[in-house]
């Protein structure tokens, strides 16, 4: 079992920056997947952002390329979603998420059934 906390989300303005985190503990053997999901009011869920830890490697969904940075600190056991420019439509609850496999990290669009644990959520506002 493998638990999850975000934090650091908040209310920021159109154009600025926030940095999520999500602190992994328990059983966190061979985690190999990490990502980042968001879902805001009355939308599915959707991922954002993976870290794939065998091949260090990051994917990110294109509604947030060149804007926002996932990257992992092991010694920390944390992941950070880093998230400059924002808009309005970034505001949702992002959620943290993990799984044993790579492959979760690897389709063409983040599948949430493919990831076991997740943390309860940050809420994030973009607005004016």
């Known amino acids: 079992q493998v638990q999850l906390v975000e934090s650091g989300g908040g209310l920021v303005q159109p154009g600025g920056s926030l940095r999520l985190s999500c602190v992994v503990s328990g059983n966190t053997a061979d985690y190999y997947a990490t990502a980042w999901f968001r879902q805001a009011p009355g939308k599915e869920r959707e991922g954002v952002s993976c870290?794939?830890?065998?091949?260090?490697?990051?994917y990110y969904a294109d509604s947030v390329k060149g804007r926002f940075t996932i990257s992992r600190d092991d010694a920390k056991s944390t992941v950070y979603l880093q998230m400059n420019s924002l808009k309005p439509e970034d505001t949702a609850v992002y959620y943290c998420?993990?799984?044993?496999?790579?492959?979760?990290?690897?389709?063409?669009?983040?599948?949430?059934?493919?990831?076991?644990?997740w943390g309860q959520g940050t809420q994030v506002t973009v607005s004016s």
């Open positions: 870290f794939d830890n065998s091949v260090r490697r990051t």
């Open positions: 998420a993990t799984d044993h496999s790579p492959y979760a990290c690897r389709t063409p669009v983040l599948d949430r059934s493919n990831f076991d644990d």
